[in-house]
């Protein structure tokens, strides 16, 4: 079955960029998503389509895609930005979906 | 405003049976595929299912396949989780999630709902 793969944990300091990472071999020929889940609640679309940022986003936040890696970057990570980070894709056939996962982003 | 509210989960023996419900608010419902996503104690997320706008096409993780089943009722806004012979590891928060438009993700999701097998 179709995997993607996410570091477990990233951890930057206030105002630093953080990037997080996933990896898939679809990636080249489908879209990433990604989600941000603090505890106890439910995920919230933080990027759509590589690099589309829904409204109500802040900036910091910014998708991209190369090969079989998409990269979720924060800029000026702040101290609520800490949270677990899930990308999600499709498999080759578009039919079955995954998430990554997770990596939980500290930010101390 | 858009609004998912899902409901139906509680404590089930193994090998029992449960249907879980989602009733969508606020968009025309007929128009968006829909998903169940679920999240184990501790854990990651898990895609589940996935039924398209008109209920033609529904897409299953293999480690459900065949036990449980999603449908949905565009009269009542609401889409289903039939879950058949429920395992101790199907315990989870199971959310619903409205598709993007024209697009494989979610972007409106509900606040969960919660299935313990034991």
């Known amino acids: 079955s179709y995997e993607l793969t996410q570091a477990p944990s990233v951890s930057v300091s206030p105002g630093q960029t953080a990037r997080i990472t996933c990896s898939g071999d679809?990636?080249?020929?489908?879209?990433a998503y990604w989600y941000q889940q603090k505890s106890g609640q439910a995920p919230v679309l933080v990027i759509y389509?590589?690099?589309k940022r829904p409204s109500g986003i802040p900036e910091r936040f910014s998708g991209s895609s190369s090969g079989t890696m998409a990269t979720l970057t924060i800029s000026g990570a702040q101290v609520e930005d800490e949270a677990d980070y899930y990308c999600?894709?499709?498999?080759?056939?578009?039919?079955?979906?995954?998430f990554g996962g997770g990596t939980k982003l500290t930010v101390l | 405003q858009v609004h998912l509210v899902e409901s139906g989960g509680g404590v089930v023996q193994p090998g029992r049976s449960l249907r879980l419900s989602c009733a969508a608010s606020g968009f025309t419902f007929s128009s968006y595929g829909m998903h169940w996503v679920r999240q184990a104690p501790g854990k990651g997320l898990e895609w589940v299912a996935v039924i398209w706008f008109d209920g033609s096409n529904k897409y299953y993780v293999d480690s459900v396949k065949g036990r449980f089943t999603i449908s949905r009722d565009n009269s009542k806004n609401t889409v289903y989780l039939q879950m058949n012979s429920l395992r101790a590891e199907d315990t989870a928060v199971y959310y619903c999630?409205?598709?993007?438009?024209?697009?494989?993700?979610?972007?409106?999701w509900g606040q969960g709902t919660t299935v313990t097998v034991s």
């Open positions: 389509e590589d690099n």
């Open positions: 999600y894709s499709t498999g080759s056939t578009g039919n079955h979906r995954v």
């Open positions: 679809a990636l080249p020929k489908k879209y």
């Open positions: 999630a409205r598709e993007i438009e024209a697009s494989a993700g979610m972007d409106v």
